[in-house]
């Protein structure tokens, strides 16, 4: 079974900090996604990464980076935390090539204060 | 952007009632995928469906990818407690098969 973690469930941070979420996969996927989950507006991708230190935008990047250095772990980083940021972060990743099925994170439910 | 739009987007039933949502794009898919949440956990994927037309089972849930392709349907027959949750339909976005584009989701709540 693809197994996919992330580093924790459950965050409070104070709007102006630095965010670090981590995500690891371990069925050697080569792409990997973040997204944010908001009522009533699904998914929305913020970044994708489909190798090493490759990384694409999504459809909400603004106030969001990313790092991937290792094939297994996906990182998002929130350079300066705001309210508008807390929601549900959703890692995923999927095999690669044509085959689109994702597998999902637990997700980590982030507050700001 | 791409949109999908699923409804309802929500449904209160209660146990043993069936359940259909449904789920449209303004452009064509070739795949329709089928995910539900429970709660305070991620998406876990249902049924895949690669062909227009295809009817897929997955022991009380059936999906069916639209003749036009630009739509996709979920049905769960005879729901218990345990279908609750959020259900969203994904597709590839265009010209770039390995990203997927969500709709809102439909919210199951079930009376006991």
């Known amino acids: 079974d693809v197994k996919v973690t992330q580093s924790s469930r459950y965050l409070v941070k104070r709007t102006g900090e630095k965010v670090f979420l981590e995500c690891v996969q371990d069925?050697?996927?080569?792409?990997m996604f973040w997204y944010r989950q908001d009522p009533g507006l699904g998914l929305r991708l913020i970044y994708f990464?489909?190798?090493?230190?490759?990384?694409e935008k999504g459809d909400i990047p603004e106030g969001y980076s990313v790092s991937r250095e290792k094939k297994e772990r996906f990182s998002l980083i929130l350079e300066s935390a705001s309210t508008n940021q807390t929601s549900m972060y959703l890692c995923?990743?999927?095999?690669?090539?044509?085959?689109?099925?994702?597998?999902f994170g637990p997700g980590t439910r982030l507050l700001v204060l | 952007g791409q949109q999908l739009n699923q409804s309802p987007q929500s449904m209160f039933i209660q146990e043993g009632e069936d359940v259909s949502m449904n789920c449209t794009s303004s452009?064509?898919?070739?795949?329709w995928l089928w995910y539900k949440q429970d709660p305070g956990e991620g998406p876990v994927l249902l049924i895949a469906?690669?062909?227009?037309?295809e009817l897929t089972s997955n022991g009380r849930l059936t999906a069916q990818f639209g003749i036009t392709r630009k739509d996709s349907f979920l049905n769960i027959s005879a729901s218990i407690p345990s279908d609750v949750g959020i259900y969203f339909c994904?597709?590839?976005?265009?010209?770039?098969?390995?990203?997927?584009?969500f709709g809102q989701g439909t919210r199951l709540t079930i009376n006991p």
């Open positions: 452009s064509i898919f070739n795949t």
């Open positions: 990464s489909y190798d090493v230190k490759m990384k």
């Open positions: 995923a990743s999927s095999l690669g090539g044509f085959v689109e099925t994702q597998y």
């Open positions: 469906l690669y062909k227009a037309g």
């Open positions: 994904a597709g590839p976005y265009v010209g770039g098969a390995q990203k997927l584009v």
């Open positions: 069925m050697d996927h080569e792409n």
